[in-house]
């Protein structure tokens, strides 16, 4: 049995419809690559998961128990289990580092002031970051952000981590950073990650599988080798990058039809050439 099973999920804003029947696996102690194009609806999947948007038909079954029929105050020991790294990081800027980090421990648990402290302090000594409790979100790189922002995350010791677009923004060497620390919190926290990215080199390097969102439902799951033999065109397109040619914007390797030459093109008029080139001196 699965540890996440999305069954029959349907989900539209209005008249844009993002899901039409998704049916997904997330198995304990993987890690799970969303991909897909902009707008397929991966980021609200995630939020779906942890009832930050309601589904419109079909389950969400987390350990066993359909958490679409979750009341606020029951989702509570469900997102105690799952931390969740958004896009930007989401820091709060009116909170320091330390305070930020907190947030999840002070929002699910009863923990001492002590116990807070040693629990943000181990957390960012995992990401990488010790010390620096004291600092303000506006004194931070977008890569100290981002792992800030995971800090916050695995400080409630989750079964499941989310990344959303976790690499976005970022220079090589601080996706690289990333990319490992994934790594590095699935073998040491043994927790269940499920990531959401166009990066094609970060999915490879981080997955167990992967799965590819299009219109509505998912189309491909499988290991990353299984991705690369894909022989399904809209699966090779995407993870190739291969964009289908605007009609509205010009071929520049075309030659136009009916085009003048310009002068370079002309053949130089010389004696040899033009039995009049002497009168038009």
Sequence with gaps: MA?????GVQKAFGPKVVYRHLDLDVFEGESLTIIGGSGQGKSVMLKML???LPVDRGSIQFQGRDVTTLTEAEFSAVRRQVGMLFQGAALFDSLDVRENVAYGLREHYQMSEAEISERVRESLAYVGLPGIE???PADLSGGMKKRVGLARAIAVRPA??????????????????????????KKTL?????????????????SDRIAMIHEG??????TCEELRASTDRRVRDFIEGNAPQDPHIADPDATEPNATPSRSQDTL??????PNFSERR
Excluded: C, K, Q
């Design 50 to 52: 942890i009832g930050l």
């Design 217 to 222: 439902g998912v189309i491909f799951s499988g």
């Design 269 to 274: 008029s010389t004696p040899a050439t033009d």
């Design 134 to 136: 004291s600092m303000w």
């Design 190 to 206: 043994h927790a269940t990650s499920v990531v959401v990215t166009h990066d094609m080199a970060s999915a490879f390097a981080i």
């Design 3 to 7: 540890l996440i099973e999305f069954r």
């Design 160 to 185: 499941v981590l989310l990344y959303d677009e976790p690499t976005t923004g970022l220079d090589p060497i601080n996706v690289t950073r990333i990319n490992h620390l994934i790594l590095h919190l």
